[in-house]
């Protein structure tokens, strides 16, 4: 079991920035995909995910541009940081490790509990 602890949301106003993290309680963190989705009234979405050994990156066409996506395997901590914020990125993001393999932010195995973030306008 993979425990995931967020962090970072909070309320900002459009074309602000925010910057969140997730932590991870699994000693093999750097052997696996991890990334941020966030969910929506019609499911969860993939918003952006990296790789375990080479890094690979995905960013839903949405947040392209605006959002990076890092990883630091010594402290076991994924980044989001998210700049040029919009309303419609308001929503309850959680971070998610997928350990089988597979296209980045298609599924997940484990997933934290979620921070909010609200953009207004």
């Known amino acids: 079991q993979v425990q995931l602890t967020e962090s970072g949301g909070g309320s900002v106003q459009a074309g602000g920035s925010l910057r969140l993290s997730c932590g991870a309680s699994?000693?093999?963190?750097?052997?696996?995909?991890i990334g941020w989705f966030r969910q929506a009234p019609g499911g969860d979405e993939g918003v952006s995910c990296i790789?375990?050994?080479?890094?690979?990156?995905y960013y839903a066409d949405s947040v392209k541009g605006r959002f990076t996506i890092s990883r630091d395997n010594t402290k076991k901590t994924v980044y989001l940081q998210m700049n040029s914020l919009k309303p419609e990125d308001t929503a309850v993001y959680f971070c998610?490790?997928?350990?089988?393999?597979?296209?980045?932010?298609?599924?997940?195995?484990?997933r934290g509990q979620g921070t909010q973030v609200t953009v207004s306008s």
């Open positions: 998610a490790v997928e350990m089988l393999g597979g296209p980045l932010c298609s599924r997940f195995d484990y």
């Open positions: 699994e000693r093999t963190f750097p052997r696996f995909a």
């Open positions: 790789g375990s050994d080479d890094g690979t990156t």
